[in-house]
């Protein structure tokens, strides 16, 4: 035994499978689909196997009863060709015989004439009557055979067909019919078991060809994609059918998929950068500002009078700075939602906007008790920058009048359940060009100064709180937004 241990090592070491194809040979469970359309096929195939054996076994079984009652008419007309209807027991019994009858008795005018004595039968027979058509009961017959007694007799009535009269009647035993059915439903079983397996079988290897195999594809397509979208994937086929068109459809949907992973990873990127040059310039900005500001000490008319554009640019360069970051957040936190007074807010935020008596100044109408349900930073962050865009609105308008400074007004009311705050200017208004994409990050209708994220973001507040942010309306009279909160 132990000069075959190095063969065995060498024959392990030979049969051992590489990685991938240990996944290959993995035992997989056939999937639900294939299984189910397995069952359906089945089950079809026992319908089939229903509709074809039923009407077969009632029209054998009819058929046999025909043949016996011709037969026995045939008998009759014999036995009442000789003499006085007279008929040896020799052959009588050879009728009988030939027949497959017990008893033949003929109806003609409401008379019935018994031209072949019955036997004395233990069970009273059954009646059939084939002149009557009744579906139901003709199915039902075979059945009623096939699990009758022994003993059991069967009387059967038709219209003559060689012979005058009403009806003719036999009476014939059970037990032969019984067997030759058992051997016709066999026979019938086994041949159209035969026909519904190969028909099955083709259906279902056409339906697997067909349908199974292209949808499998799919759905390996489709997990391939999700667990590496960068993977290029088999091309779809060139089928023109629905399965085709799913194929082409999912795989165009996937390179759009691809190109957008694609447009952001390189937009990660491109955050990733603006947030070192944001954080670079900020720092930047802060030296000019204190070198402006030590500059303000200059006794020089030409430093004074340039200082204001100084200071003024830096300003607005740093507040760019702050929107971009505070904008390339991932997302704003939750809101932490209080019981708000609104008046009160809506004075905190006017004074940082920068509306005064003075200047452009502020007017409200507000119920003295309304409150809201918000955050509220995130609500004074909002108000801040709906008013402070309202000042710098009307303070920019180049035609306004000497002398008149402006009004911001804010109103509030609840509407079904929501408070809505509508803060209104009589600034020049928004350009159409702007305002149907108002909302949309770094679109601004200050040429000098905006950086387009102020109502982006407020807008983003809004929606996180369970409301919105809309513009009412605009034009040459001013500019009118609503903000909708839960009361």
């Not at 027949?99 to 003929?106: I, L």
């Not at 390179?255 to 900020?282: F, M, P, Y």
């Not at 600034?427 to 149907?436: D, K, V």
């Not at 809309?470 to 903000?483: I, K, N, Q, S």
């Amino acid at each position: 035994m132990n000069r075959f241990r190095p063969l065995l090592s060498d024959v392990r070491r030979r049969l051992r499978l590489p990685a991938d194809w240990r996944e290959r040979i993995r035992f997989q469970a056939p999937d639900a689909l294939a299984w189910r359309l397995l069952l359906l096929t089945f089950l079809f195939t026992v319908v089939v196997e229903i509709l074809i054996i039923v009407p077969s076994a009632a029209s054998f079984h009819e058929r046999w009863l025909l043949d016996r009652l011709q037969s026995a008419e045939l008998a009759s007309v014999g036995v009442e060709a000789l003499p006085y209807s007279a008929v040896e027991d020799d052959a009588a019994e050879q009728l009988l015989a030939i027949g497959g009858v017990q008893a033949v008795v003929v109806g003609d005018q409401g008379v019935r004439r018994l031209l072949l004595q019955a036997p004395n039968l233990p069970r009273t027979p059954d009646l059939i009557d084939l002149r009557q058509s009744r579906p139901l009961t003709r199915i039902a017959d075979p059945w009623r055979t096939l699990s009758g007694h022994p003993d059991r007799s069967i009387r059967v009535q038709a219209r003559p067909r060689y012979r005058s009269g009403d009806f003719i009647e036999i009476l014939a035993p059970a037990e032969p019919l019984k067997v030759e059915l058992r051997a016709f439903l066999l026979n019938s079983l086994l041949m159209s078991l035969l026909i519904s397996l190969v028909a099955g079988g083709l259906l279902y290897g056409g339906l697997a060809f067909l349908v199974l195999q292209p949808l499998r594809r799919v759905t390996r397509s489709i997990e391939h994609f999700a667990l590496d979208p960068a993977a290029e994937g088999d091309p779809p086929s060139d089928r023109h059918d629905e399965i085709g068109r799913v194929e082409r459809e999912l795989a165009r949907m996937q390179e759009e998929v691809r190109v957008s992973l694609r447009s952001r990873a390189r937009l990660v990127a491109l955050g990733e950068a603006v947030a070192k040059i944001n954080h670079d310039l900020r720092n930047m900005l802060t030296s000019a500002q204190m070198a402006s500001e030590r500059l303000a000490d200059s006794p020089d008319p030409e430093v004074a009078r340039v200082l204001p554009r100084l200071e003024r640019a830096l300003g607005r360069a740093a507040a760019l700075s702050r929107n971009v970051l505070e904008y390339g957040k991932s997302e704003e936190p939750p809101p932490q939602r209080v019981r708000i007074a609104l008046a009160p807010a809506i004075a905190a935020a006017a004074e940082d906007a920068g509306l005064t008596a003075d200047g452009v100044r502020l007017t409200k109408s507000i119920p003295a008790r309304l409150t809201v349900h918000a955050d509220p930073d995130q609500l004074h962050r909002v108000l801040v920058n709906l008013m402070r865009n309202a000042r710098q609105a009307i303070e920019g308008d180049p035609t306004r009048r000497t002398g008149r400074k402006g009004v911001v007004r804010v109103t509030a009311s609840t509407e079904t359940g929501d408070c809505v705050i509508q803060i209104a200017d009589d600034g020049p208004g928004i350009p159409p060009r702007l305002s149907e994409n108002l909302f949309e990050p770094f679109v601004s209708g200050r040429a000098s100064d905006g950086a387009g994220l102020g109502l982006a973001i407020s807008r983003e507040l809004a929606a996180s709180h369970g409301g919105a942010l809309t513009l009412v309306e605009t034009g040459p009279t001013g500019t009118t937004f609503a903000l909708r909160l839960p009361h």
